[in-house]
């Protein structure tokens, strides 16, 4: 088979891994601080996805929209937060998971209701034309894909290293009771960890959209990969999610390329198997979860 | 001036502590000491709002503190340093030291300019903390961060400190430094409440002591008239 095929499939799948990895980074960012994640984060993705194209539609300039679709991201990972996971917190008791699902359901129906179930396509000013760079295809939409994942991944690392606000946040995940006994409000914490994970989800909707169109299905498929990515990559090292992210985009393509089209999501969802069985106590680590 | 009065708190179901009242007067060390599971632990973080108080009262310069969160209470001036040291390990030395005084600090930027002063006097109370500022702090040694816990607590310019088993799990050598850091607070007019099992080293320092049985308090006096008590001697002082 020739190798300049294999790897333009592997350079192609690598850019959607990084949208992956960039949905997984949103799960490590409240899972850092509160130990929880949003298991509806996927239609956190979609939603916000749609909402973007709207202002577009309304015909606000592409460059403007992006900030509006991250405030609205991070708007919906605090209704997420408030209605989802606070008090379950509170009351040490995991009834978030069956929260965020429900919430992630009621974002489905509602986006079924405003804006249709078909898919729809999503205009960008970046150009999908190919270049050639050493014999394989790449597209500055897919390049845009990277640049804004890396964008967005280093500026919430910079602001985490940088800030007091962000070594506040290293701190509550580190220890939250030692963090509440230096003034710093946990709760608060947790609400920042939600928005910025609401921000990052946004972002990962509107690098992907351009290139697999929106629509309320979106949402489920990019879940699962995410959370394949994180369950493998495990749930504090970014680094690690772009890396896994990268390898299940790639393997995938490759999946795809070789066995047809609707063997797609299988790499996901073998991975996520495989990871579940060897890391039994999967996403949550050994004893974070019930530690509390 | 830190005013504990018939404090109640407890875990789940079970209350521990049974009405315990102390005082620490500004600029004193006062020691609070007691054998294992009587309750010091728990006092304290009833007073810092690490737990609720079920009952009574705790007064911070005279203002009732009791009932609120343990991020209000740290704002309102008190620093517990817990049992345990409790540094933030992955973060640097000096990140730690910043977060002592994350309430004085602007939230974004210019924050390590702000701290200067406070950092550099940590740093010359502790110079070994300046030496490491880099590690991370859960890399130190144990007598090492117990230093950046007394430091991170100094760091927060607090009305009074809370000190729990700082000797906790030490090298007598080091013990003995920590008992002197002690000492040089107190030199410096710090007020500080201490909890501490080597009773003894703790009455040498301290300028007033309570000890607890049983979630009460049992016994209180200056560390002379302790010194005097014929039960408190043969059961702590031993
Ligand atoms: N987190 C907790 N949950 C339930 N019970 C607790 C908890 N912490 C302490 N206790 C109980 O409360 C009682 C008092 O404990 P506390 O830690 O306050 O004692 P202490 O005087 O600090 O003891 P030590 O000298 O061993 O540190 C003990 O009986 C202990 O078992
Ligand atoms: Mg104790």
């Known amino acids: 088979m020739d190798t300049s095929i294999i790897l333009q499939m592997v350079v192609s799948g690598a850019f959607m891994g990084l949208v992956y990895a960039l949905i997984a980074y949103g799960f490590q960012l409240t899972f850092a601080t509160s130990k929880s994640i949003n298991f509806g984060q996927g239609e956190l993705v979609m939603l916000s996805a749609f909402f973007s194209l709207t202002l577009l539609n309304l015909g606000l300039p592409y460059w403007l929209m992006v900030p509006g679709g991250l405030l609205f991201g991070a708007a919906l990972g605090l209704v997420v937060e408030r209605a989802g996971v606070r008090l379950a917190l509170e009351q040490k008791s995991e009834g978030w998971i069956l929260l965020t699902i429900i919430l992630g359901l009621l974002g489905f129906s509602a986006a079924e209701n405003i804006w249709g179930r078909d898919d729809r396509p999503f205009p960008t000013p970046i150009s999908a034309d190919a270049l050639h760079v050493f014999g394989i295809n790449i597209t500055p939409l897919e390049i845009s894909v990277a640049i804004g994942v890396f964008l967005v991944m280093g500026a919430v690392e910079l602001f985490k290293r940088k800030t007091l606000m962000g070594k506040a946040f290293e701190a509550v995940s580190a220890d939250r009771d030692a963090a509440e006994l230096m003034g710093i409000s946990a709760t608060r914490t947790i609400m920042l960890s939600y928005g910025l994970s609401g921000m990052v989800a946004a972002m990962a909707g509107i690098l992907i959209s351009p290139i697999t169109t929106v629509g309320p299905t979106m949402a489920s498929a990019l879940?699962?990969?995410?959370?394949?990515?994180?369950v493998v990559a495990g749930l504090d090292s970014g680094f690690g999610v772009v890396l896994i992210g990268i390898f299940l985009g790639a393997l995938e393509s490759l999946t795809s390329f070789y066995l047809g089209s609707g063997w797609r999501e299988a790499p996901g969802l073998v991975l996520l198997i495989l990871a579940l069985a060897v890391r039994p106590n999967g996403v949550f680590g050994k004893s974070t979860m019930r530690k509390v | 001036m830190l005013i504990v009065d018939n404090l109640h708190a407890g875990y789940g179901n079970s209350e521990v502590l049974m009405g315990a009242s102390l005082q620490v007067k500004q600029g004193s060390v006062v020691a609070l000491i007691g054998a294992n599971g009587a309750g010091k632990t728990t006092t304290m973080r009833a007073i810092s709002g690490m737990i609720r108080p079920t009952r009574g009262a705790v007064m911070l310069d005279g203002q009732p503190v009791q009932g609120h969160g343990a991020a209000r209470i740290a704002r309102l001036g008190l620093a517990h340093s817990p049992e345990g040291r409790k540094v933030f390990g992955p973060l640097s030395v000096e990140d730690n030291l910043l977060l002592g005084a994350f309430n004085h600090l602007p939230r974004f930027f210019g924050f390590r300019a702000k701290a200067e002063i406070e950092l550099e006097r940590v740093y010359e109370l502790f110079p070994r903390l300046r030496e490491r500022k880099g590690q991370a702090a859960g890399t130190l040694s144990g007598g090492e961060q117990q230093m950046l816990a007394i430091g991170r607590a100094l760091m927060a310019k607090p009305k009074v400190i809370l000190l729990d088993e700082p000797s906790m799990g030490l090298a007598p050598v080091i013990v003995q430094e920590v008992f002197n850091t002690i000492r040089r607070l107190k030199e410096a007019?710090?007020?500080?409440?201490?909890?501490?099992?080597?009773?003894?080293?703790?009455?040498?320092?301290?300028?007033?002591?309570?000890?607890?049985?049983?979630?009460?308090i049992a016994v209180e006096g200056t560390p002379a008239e302790l010194n005097q008590n014929q039960r408190v001697l043969a059961a702590y002082l031993g």
């Open chain 1, 223 to 230: 879940i699962l990969k995410a959370f394949a990515v994180a």
């Open chain 2, 189 to 216: 007019g710090i007020t500080l409440l201490l909890v501490e099992q080597f009773a003894k080293s703790a009455l040498e320092v301290a300028d007033y002591a309570y000890v607890m049985e049983h979630g009460n």
